[in-house]
Every structure is written in C-alpha cells, then in structure tokens.
C-alpha cells in the first residue's frame, strides 16, 4: 500500500494557516519562546518588557520585514528547512507565532521538538 497522501503532499498544498497545536510538550514551546524572545531582544534591540504584554502581537515588535525575516532564517538554519510564507506571521499574536513555528518545526523532524539551546540560537550565537 502507498503512502499517505498527507505524507507525498508538497508542503504548500492544502497549507491552512488555522493551526490548531497539540501543547502535550509545553516545555518545547517554553524553549522555543524563550528563544525567540532573547534572539529579539538582544539582535533586534525589541524592549524586553514588551514580552509581559500576554496579548503580544508581532506586528508589535516593531520589526521591519528583514528583522523579522532574520529571525526567521537563523531558526531554518538551524532547523535545516524553510518556513513556509514568512510573512504571515506579522498577523500573528507572538504565541501564536511561536507556536506555529513550533509545529513547522516538528513537522520537519518526525514530530520531534529538536534541542534548540544545543544549536546555537540562543542571544549572543547568532
């Protein structure tokens, strides 16, 4: 028997961006936020005291489209894939942003949350 359909799918079909996650790993999520906001707040000079906000947007970042895209990249190059349509995050919440990429990321690597810290994204390895 063939494989699932989901499996042969190029990533881009069918692609809904009403992502629903499974939190069963809140401590993969905890990372990868963590993460993402220390890369922001010491690469792209956001406000620490921003991420208190439990509403963040993206968009309140203040990011310009390269800032953001930047980001972006250095999770692919250290994820080895790219995330797909990277602009759409800028309608994001901030969680939800985070939790999208976490799914991206999973998705990647058989359902498996890498150890991110060991790959260097953490503030200052950039």
């Not at 692609?15 to 993969?28: H, N, S």
């Not at 800028?90 to 976490?102: D, K």
Request: proline share 6%; hydrophobic share 45%.
């Amino acid at each position: 028997m063939g494989a699932a359909p989901f499996e042969t799918a190029p990533l881009t079909q069918g692609l809904c961006y009403d992502f629903q996650f499974d939190f069963a790993d809140p401590a993969g999520l905890a990372m990868l936020s963590t993460l993402i906001r220390d890369y922001l707040i010491h690469n792209a000079k956001v406000a620490p005291a921003l991420f208190e906000q439990p509403d963040l947007k993206v968009a309140d970042l203040a990011l310009d489209s390269l800032g953001l895209v930047e980001m972006l990249f250095e999770i692919e190059d250290r994820c080895g894939f790219q995330i797909e349509d990277p602009m759409r995050f800028r309608e994001m919440g901030f969680t939800e942003m985070v939790a999208a990429i976490e799914a991206e990321i999973r998705e990647h690597h058989g359902g498996q949350m890498p150890d991110l810290s060991s790959m260097g994204l953490a503030a200052g390895q950039a």
